[in-house]
């Protein structure tokens, strides 16, 4: 509860504002407190303007830090070059500090030694400070969007656990293999090989965070067999995994949705269907395109045991992988394309 505010972007900006105004008002709020005294140099125009030219350095400096240092610096690890960054800024300073004397305060003597050692700490200060809010800020959004992980993974494994694969699909594998066993096929024992490897992985293989690309494509192939029993013969399935190097890891069940979509949308009373899947994983790049033909006047049916859907997923893949990622979905005539790329580590 005491994150949620920060989120918003216009409480972090007047925060801001009220800080600098408050920051950069103290000379002149505290000066009618210190009596009579000779007149300084903010007192003069060319002083005033001294101390504005100041002060955006000050500014400048804390969101240089914050938002470009820090970030492709110091979260890097590259430290010694962000001391190098540190210590040029500090001597630009002290160049803009001599330019601002001769330029606004003709005349004004400008001691170095002064100069240097009443603004080191000032500078150090403006440093930690800016630091400090950025990384925690960081740390609150990190925090924040492990929060929405932990809850969207919870919300996800109950709908996974409720409909991963539809009741219909399974009523239909059943009878499949009823009919199987009635004919005393030899195709009936493989069938229930795969049907039991695809419960196991659903009940008990996704319990962690990731699972083996492997096995992934394991389940999708026994899917793909068990769904090549249900349907038409005349229906067309080509499945595509052999670019593939198994050793890298992934969130389970965040490929099936979009082949259970195809089996769904792309089958049944589709003329001449055809459902094309290629799946390819090289040098840390995963792309998964999966196609099907389909009606553009066939109703589509939702009900709750439909699946998770393709927002879902999409939501999915956001808090996951965010940048790393793009899923396009388009419609060519009469097929639906879906092409999803990852960034693997």
Do not use: C
């Not at 965040?254 to 055809?274: C, D």
């Amino acid at each position: 509860m005491l994150r949620k505010p920060f989120g918003r972007k216009w409480i972090l900006i007047s925060l801001q504002v009220l800080a600098w105004v408050v920051l950069f008002s103290l000379p002149f709020l505290l000066r009618p407190a210190m009596g009579d005294r000779p007149a300084e140099k903010n007192s003069t125009p060319g002083g005033t303007t001294f101390y504005i030219v100041n002060n955006l350095f000050w500014v400048g400096l804390f969101y240089l830090n914050a938002l470009v240092l820090i970030p492709k610096l110091l979260y890097r690890q590259r430290f010694g070059q962000f001391a190098i960054a540190l210590a040029a800024l500090f001597l630009l300073y002290l160049g803009i500090g001599w330019m601002n004397n001769q330029i606004f305060l003709k005349g004004h003597h400008f001691n170095f030694r002064i100069h240097i050692l009443f603004t080191f700490f000032i500078y150090v200060f403006m440093i930690a400070t800016s630091t400090a809010i950025r990384m925690g800020i960081d740390r609150i959004r990190a925090e924040r969007l492990d929060d929405e992980k932990i809850n969207e993974n919870l919300k996800t494994e109950l709908t996974l656990l409720r409909s991963q694969v539809s009741p219909h699909f399974m009523f239909n594998v059943l009878n499949n293999m009823v009919a199987l066993a009635r004919k005393k096929s030899d195709l009936l024992e493989p069938s229930l090989i795969k049907l039991s490897s695809l419960m196991r992985y659903m009940l008990y293989d996704i319990d962690g965070e990731k699972v083996s690309l492997d096995k992934e494509i394991d389940y999708l192939g026994s899917y793909i067999d068990l769904q090549r029993q249900r349907v038409s013969k005349n229906v067309i399935i080509n499945a595509d995994f052999s670019d593939v190097d198994r050793s890298y890891e992934i969130e389970p069940m965040l490929l099936i949705p979009f082949v259970e979509n195809a089996f769904k949308h792309g089958t049944g009373m589709v003329e001449n269907a055809a459902i094309n899947i290629v799946l390819k994983a090289r040098n840390h790049e995963l792309s998964f395109t999966v196609s099907n033909k389909f009606r553009e006047d066939a109703a589509e049916v939702k009900d709750k045991t439909s699946g998770i859907g393709l927002t879902n997923v999409k939501r999915r893949l956001n808090l996951l992988y965010g940048k790393d990622h793009t899923l396009n979905v388009e419609k060519q005539n009469d097929q639906f394309i879906i092409h999803l790329s990852l960034k693997l580590h």
